[in-house]
């Protein structure tokens, strides 16, 4: 039996015939692989072949084998995505992306986006809710540099504004910033005040943080490392005593 090159490239596409065979698939009990003419044609899930009231006998014309074409990469596509999302919440850009990187057309993607949209499965406001919960639990980003998260995720402006005002997003910047130094600051000991301001600044900035809020944690945790080296030298001093 001849075949033809799809459209979307996803598997090739057989000519028009008869359904000589259904078979159950060995890998996966939920698809069969479906005969046209003794030579096999394209593998369906159980839920295409109940819809589509596929049988045995069954003669599919090249305008119906694209219809079933379009199911297959429809329902591959909408697995594909339902298995990213049950790791994580994902935005729609990145499930756009994904699906993209997987060899999935345009247009199967933006029907399986549409869909799970609709059912309530992609929300770009319920992923960057997500996102910012994560970022502020962590306290490891500023408020700039999770909103630039968002952004690079798709999300929009409007989004990003109202998830951003109800979590009160930048508002706990200088605690983050200093949390964040603190939890650095071994690595920074032992530096004169200007090296120190450099490396542990730019660490704060990569962070996303204010310039208030770095300043702010730069200083304390300026004052507690030298605190800590006079304890320590003082230690030593009484040690040698004690020899």
Do not use: C
Request: charged share 30%.
């Amino acid at each position: 039996m001849a075949m033809r090159s799809s459209k979307n490239n996803v598997q090739p596409t057989p000519s028009a015939g008869s359904i000589t065979a259904i078979r159950a698939q060995a890998r996966d009990s939920q698809r069969v692989n479906l005969e046209i003419n003794g030579e096999f044609a394209m593998g369906v899930s159980l839920d295409i072949l109940a819809h589509e009231g596929l049988f045995v006998g069954q003669h599919l014309d090249d305008a119906k084998i694209l219809q079933l074409l379009a199911s297959v990469a429809f329902d591959r596509a909408k697995q594909s995505a339902l298995r990213l999302l049950e790791i994580r919440p994902r935005s729609q850009r990145e499930i756009h992306e994904r699906l993209r990187q997987r060899g999935f057309d345009a247009d199967t993607i933006t029907a399986v986006t549409t869909r799970l949209s609709e059912v309530g499965l992609l929300d770009d406001t319920a992923f960057a809710t997500y996102l910012v919960e994560q970022r502020q639990r962590a306290s490891n980003r500023g408020g700039s540099a999770i909103r630039q998260d968002l952004r690079r995720h798709g999300i929009d402006t409007n989004t990003i504004s109202a998830v951003a005002d109800s979590h009160h997003l930048g508002d706990d910047d200088e605690a983050h910033a200093l949390t964040y130094a603190r939890k650095i600051s071994r690595r920074f000991r032992g530096l004169d005040r200007t090296t120190f301001t450099r490396r542990l600044g730019g660490s704060l900035q990569r962070r996303g943080f204010t310039g208030s809020a770095m300043r702010h944690a730069m200083q304390i945790v300026w004052q507690e490392i030298q605190l800590g080296s006079e304890l320590d030298s003082i230690d030593d001093d009484e040690d040698a005593l004690d020899d």
